[in-house]
């Protein structure tokens, strides 16, 4: 298999971030302002450093298809209980499962439909939070699942959104409080995290058509508030 050397380092630097992933799923690295102190910020810095060298240990020992797989993933995926799969990628990484959402684990039997996140964010209650969070996972991993495509952070800015039921609201602080709570939840059972949506996607037009333009000011003190 012949990829062109540009593409071979893009690879890499994809590669390393979802090794990245793996490696920092069981560490809660949101940190949110009222929590901050240097001795937090010295912790997660030497998480990041103590992964950032094992995950170039890992890419250096794959070939560029398993570069393809790990980036790329399998697409849909057949396998039940998965709805992308990301395949076999060098030694020690049998593939990953990542499964929908927000509200509990999606498209598969017997689980259970929790409450939503503008429900959960209205009570104001850390705790309930957090513990909604971890309940999920608990699903979720006894699922089989590594991956949960959640918690929705974009902002209920468009009162028509059809989505708007799985953020938390049109808060900022708010909605990235929760979804600190909710993060915490779901590593501590040792399940992965993949927050959405990207930045701007708060209505589109039947899933294919959006208008994400935003001035620097407002990305930052609205949208991008919960995520950074």
């Given amino acids: 298999m012949t990829i062109p050397s540009s593409l071979s380092s893009y690879m890499m630097v994809f590669a390393n971030i979802i090794i990245l992933v793996l490696l920092l799923s069981s560490t809660t690295l949101a940190v949110r302002a009222p929590r901050f102190s240097a001795s937090i910020q010295a912790s997660q810095n030497q998480a990041w450093n103590a992964a950032i060298a094992k995950a170039r240990t890992h890419v250096s020992q794959l070939t560029n298809a398993q570069k393809v797989a790990l980036t790329g993933g399998v697409g849909a995926s057949t396998k039940r209980n998965c ?30 439909s929790f409450p939503s996140g503008s429900n959960v964010a209205q009570s104001w209650d850390r705790d309930l939070m957090y513990e ?4 999920i996972a608990e ?3 006894g699922k089989g699942i590594h991956v949960v495509l959640g918690p929705s952070m974009n902002m209920a800015r468009a009162p028509a959104g059809g989505r708007n039921w799985e953020g ?16 915490k939840g779901h590593q501590d ?4 995290a993949c927050v959405k949506h990207v930045l701007g ?3 589109k037009n ?5 208008s994400p333009y935003l001035d620097d000011r407002t990305m930052h003190k609205i949208y991008g508030c919960p995520v950074f």
């Fill in 83 to 112: 709805i992308y799969q990301i395949g076999s990628a060098g030694p020690n990484f049998p593939g990953m499962c990542l499964m929908n959402g927000p509200q509990g684990v999606g498209q598969a039997p017997k689980v259970s």
């Fill in 189 to 192: 059972v040792g399940v992965i």
């Fill in 139 to 141: 699903e979720v991993k």
């Fill in 201 to 203: 996607n708060e209505q």
């Fill in 206 to 210: 039947f899933r294919r058509y959006s």
């Fill in 132 to 135: 909604r969070g971890r309940l």
């Fill in 168 to 183: 938390y609201g049109g808060d900022p602080y708010l909605a990235g409080e929760v979804a600190y709570q909710t993060v």
